[in-house]
């Protein structure tokens, strides 16, 4: 089992910047790929960011390129998302997953291949 838990969420203004941090624990941090995804009011779940076991690969969906950053520390056993120059489409509850690792560049944008979620941060962002 991994657990997990986000923080870093809140109210900012058109054009802040926010930063979100999900602590894991209980299995191997590090043998995990991670997700960050947002459901927002009225739509789909949906995929934001995913950086691999290593980080050494990442992803980003095309609404949040240049504008946000995915790292992780795995001394830390922690992954963060940073989102600048956020807008107020950017408003969702935001969750972080785990998922088994096959190796160090496997990411996947698939809600499906995460195995273990948070229970989610609210971002608004007010225009």
């Known amino acids: 089992q991994v657990q997990l838990v986000e923080s870093g969420g809140g109210l900012v203004q058109a054009g802040g910047s926010l930063r979100l941090s999900c602590a894991a624990s209980?299995?191997?941090?590090?043998?995990?790929?991670m997700g960050w995804f947002r459901r927002a009011p009225g739509k789909e779940r949906e995929i934001v960011a995913a950086?691999?076991?290593?980080?050494?690969?990442?992803y980003y969906a095309d609404s949040v390129k240049g504008r946000f950053t995915v790292s992780r520390e795995n001394a830390k056993a922690t992954a963060h998302l940073q989102m600048n120059s956020l807008k107020a489409g950017d408003t969702a509850v935001y969750f972080c997953?785990?998922?088994?690792?096959?190796?160090?560049?496997?990411?996947?944008?698939?809600?499906?291949?995460?195995?273990?979620w948070g229970q989610g941060t609210q971002v608004t962002v007010s225009s």
């Open positions: 997953a785990a998922g088994w690792s096959y190796h160090d560049t496997y990411i996947s944008i698939r809600p499906v291949d995460y195995d273990y």
């Open positions: 209980g299995r191997t941090f590090s043998n995990y790929a």
């Open positions: 950086i691999s076991r290593t980080g050494s690969s990442t």
